[in-house]
């Protein structure tokens, strides 16, 4: 079936950076963009940025640009989220999920999540 | 980019229609038919409920439908059933490959 796979959890400390996977399987890797989401301890959720598979073009919102750099690999399906000078307010559960769409579009929205991985940023 | 804003709650009781609405600007919701809902039960990840301000994914229920009036868009649920009960988030297209999602709606079924 179809899914998305998230690396596990992780705390680490302010100033560091983390480094998340997600492994697809089911469907043809690089037909579906990949999305970032996160979701704060109690919070909505928040866009981080998109990484189109097939080329590996990335598109970040503007809160995260400079911080945030998502790549892929193709030959093992898998989409990696690096976020850098972390601080405590970086603490959230992060979503990779799936688009409806891929190369041609801007995107559709999220059909599938994976289950998140918990990151808490504690001294 | 701003968030969309939503109400914090609505409630209602089984078998009622409620509305949940989502209101962002022209550069977002007003220029886009990319609107989706999404519904998240506690400890859960996210679930597609509508995509292209009206569609509904293969396997959704009917009894949630979506709709769009300038910078508004909005998901009705009729005839609430108490799993019902979740976070309900807007989201849109908000410029080129950007989104933005609203702040999320706490639905609870009486």
């Known amino acids: 079936q179809v899914q998305l796979v998230q690396s596990g959890a992780e705390v680490t400390k302010p100033g560091a950076s983390v480094k998340l996977s997600c492994k697809a399987s089911?469907?043809?890797?690089?037909?579906?963009?990949v999305h970032w989401v996160r979701q704060a301890p109690g919070q909505g959720l928040e866009w981080m940025g998109i990484i189109n598979p097939t080329d590996g073009g990335t598109s970040y919102a503007q809160k995260f640009r400079g911080r945030v750099t998502v790549t892929r690999g193709t030959s093992t399906s898998t989409v990696y989220m690096e976020l850098r000078s972390l601080r405590s307010e970086d603490t959230a559960v992060y979503y990779c999920?799936?688009?409806?769409?891929?190369?041609?579009?801007?995107?559709?929205?999220?059909?599938?999540w994976g289950q998140g991985t918990m990151v808490t940023v504690s001294s | 980019q701003s968030a969309l804003t939503q109400p914090a709650s609505v409630s209602g009781s089984p078998g009622q229609s409620i509305t949940i609405s989502c209101t962002g600007t022209?550069?977002?919701?007003?220029?886009?038919?990319?609107v989706s809902w999404y519904q998240q039960h506690p400890g859960k990840a996210p679930k597609l409920m509508i995509y292209?301000?009206?569609k509904r994914p293969s396997g959704v229920s009917n009894h949630f439908s979506g709709s769009k009036s300038g910078n508004t868009a909005s998901l009705t649920i009729s005839g609430l059933q108490a799993d019902d009960e979740a976070h309900y988030y807007c989201?849109?297209?908000?410029?080129?490959?950007?989104?933005?999602f609203g702040g999320g709606t706490k639905l609870t079924v009486l």
């Open positions: 089911g469907y043809t890797f690089i037909s579906r963009y």
């Open positions: 989201c849109s297209l908000a410029g080129r490959s950007t989104w933005v």
């Open positions: 999920a799936r688009d409806l769409s891929g190369s041609g579009s801007e995107g559709v929205a999220f059909d599938i």
């Open positions: 292209e301000g009206t």
């Open positions: 022209s550069s977002d919701i007003g220029s886009s038919n990319l």
